[in-house]
């Protein structure tokens, strides 16, 4: 098997001259810091049905101590006219990881950025940060839209 070495970069090529690493940001960094929440037309308006969404990898920093706080991220929502898409969710989510944040306000700044994004009828968001220093925490918090001639299906 033949291997263009024009299509294959080393290591060595990613570093600078001298030895030193590039401090341009890397293609995962540069998706990550334009995280947005996408949203696109939900298939089924008018039908009442839960989506969940599990994202197991949520880091911040502790704005107090700068240690790292691990978590999953629990977000069911019913859906309005647009649906969340996973991907962007997944970047947006990534984005909080070197930001000095607590526990209560990065939970609640992510149920404000996603009722602003998508509108859904009703969302859950809960926040299981690991336990460190023997403590536990678990952030729940919850918006539902307020009712107007919303046209439901059961």
């Not at 690493?21 to 089924?44: C, D, M």
């Not at 599990?54 to 629990?74: H, M, N, Q, V």
């Not at 996603?114 to 009828?121: E, K, N, S, T, Y």
């Not at 809960?126 to 918090?141: A, C, L, S, Y």
Request: proline share 6%; glycine share 4%.
């Amino acid at each position: 098997m033949s291997n263009d070495s024009s299509l294959v970069q080393s290591a060595s090529e990613v570093s600078l001259a001298d030895g030193n690493e590039s401090t341009e940001q890397k293609y995962g960094e540069r998706h990550i810091a334009e995280g947005k929440l996408i949203t696109f037309p939900n298939p089924r308006i008018g039908r009442w049905y839960n989506i969940h969404i599990t994202l197991p990898e949520f880091t911040c920093k502790c704005p107090f101590s700068g240690y790292p706080d691990f978590a999953t991220i629990y977000i069911t929502y019913v859906p309005n006219e647009r649906v969340v898409e996973l991907k962007a969710i997944k970047l947006y989510i990534n984005s909080y990881r070197d930001r000095y944040i607590s526990h209560e306000e990065s939970i609640n700044q992510i149920l404000d950025d996603f009722v602003a994004a998508c509108d859904p009828l009703e969302v859950s968001i809960k926040g299981d940060f690991n336990p460190r220093g023997n403590v536990h925490t678990v952030i729940e918090v919850s918006h539902r839209r307020e009712q107007s001639n919303i046209p439901i299906k059961t």
